[in-house]
């Protein structure tokens, strides 16, 4: 896959504070990389030097197209975190406006604006005024124009933010086709049960600064050790002191234990000792959700030896 962006060593302050320091990735041809990280973590601010709407301190981000040369600019796409379009203009209107900024045909751009509204179920609504739309109509219209002119490299800050379920569904199956036809997307979330479905790879940044880069299912291997949900009435400190046990949280009759990396699930559960009360037991990976949450909250769950930390 033909690498799209590349991002290196990019570093910016704020009135001397450093906000994000040596920040590197790429995004390629056909792939979804998500951007993670915390409130305030720095990713808006990663994106907007991105999109040149600020100037990074350091370090430098080079478009490149599908042949090698430099990507045009208008080739790129962009849904801000911040949305709004003009208020007093109608949709399609809106629509052709921004396709005839990025040099698109306006005879394809319309038929693609009719073609996109019907899927996002805006059927009749290109003559109706923007700031008659609702808040989730608006932001359809808003994926609308930054996928309107086909753009080779799509940047999406949290595209899903205020989109009911069926909303998210059929986002998140149009940013997936996007991505078959050979867009490369970088994608910022906190919905972490989507990257979880669609990212191949993820970057996940935390004070400004990496803490996460690699492919999905590596990443998974990596860090989502196992855990072990018992229900019963169990003592925390017995449960802790078994071995290969990292940490525990209990709440209740509710204990969770996690487990150390590379444990053999199989024979961990053959060694527990017969006075543990167990009314119910269930297994599982640690989600990507609990895999941010343990590095937002600085738990020492990926403390461990060899695991990548900043
Ligand atoms: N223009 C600015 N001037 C000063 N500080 C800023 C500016 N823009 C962002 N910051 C600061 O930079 C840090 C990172 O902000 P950024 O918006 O990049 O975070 P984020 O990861 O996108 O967060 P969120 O998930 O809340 O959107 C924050 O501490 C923020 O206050």
Redesign the pocket.
């Known amino acids: 896959m033909n690498t799209m962006l590349t991002v290196k060593s990019l570093g910016k302050s704020?009135?001397g504070?450093q906000?994000?320091s040596n920040i590197s990735f790429e995004v390629k041809q056909g792939e979804i990389m998500a951007i993670l990280?915390?409130?305030?973590?720095?990713?808006?601010?990663?994106?907007?030097n991105i999109m040149g709407i600020?100037y990074p301190d350091e370090g430098s981000i080079t478009f490149h197209h599908s042949k090698g040369a430099t990507i045009p600019r208008h080739k790129i796409g962009y849904l801000p975190?911040e949305r709004g379009l003009y208020k007093n203009v109608k949709v399609m209107d809106i629509l052709l406006y921004l396709a005839e900024l990025k040099d698109y045909p306006l005879d394809k751009a319309k038929q693609r604006a009719l073609d996109y509204l019907k899927k996002f179920d805006l059927e009749g609504k290109e003559k109706v005024n923007v700031e008659e739309l609702s808040k989730g109509m608006g932001q359809k219209v808003q994926f609308i124009a930054s996928i309107i002119h086909e753009p080779e490299l799509l940047i999406l800050?949290?595209p899903f933010s205020g989109l009911d379920p069926v909303s998210q569904e059929l986002f998140k199956q149009e940013i997936r086709n996007l991505a078959q036809n050979g867009t490369a997307i970088l994608l910022?979330s906190?919905q972490m049960n989507l990257v979880e479905e669609m990212a191949d790879r993820l970057f996940m940044?935390h004070r400004?600064q990496k803490v996460i880069y690699g492919e999905m299912t590596d990443v998974k291997m990596e860090y989502a050790n196992f855990k072990c949900t018992i229900h019963g009435k169990n003592n925390k400190q017995d449960l802790a002191q078994l071995p290969n046990v990292q940490r525990v949280e209990q709440e209740d009759d509710r204990s969770i234990i996690y487990l150390s990396k590379d444990v053999q699930p199989t024979t961990w559960l053959r060694q527990l000792p017969n006075h543990i009360n167990i009314q119910e037991l269930t297994l599982n990976r640690i989600s990507l959700h609990e895999i941010f949450i343990d590095i937002a909250t600085d738990k020492n769950l990926l403390q461990e030896e060899g695991v990548e930390h900043a």
């Open positions: 704020f009135k504070k906000i994000i990280g915390p409130n305030g973590a720095g990713k808006s601010t990663t994106i907007r600020m975190e800050d949290e910022s906190h940044i400004g």
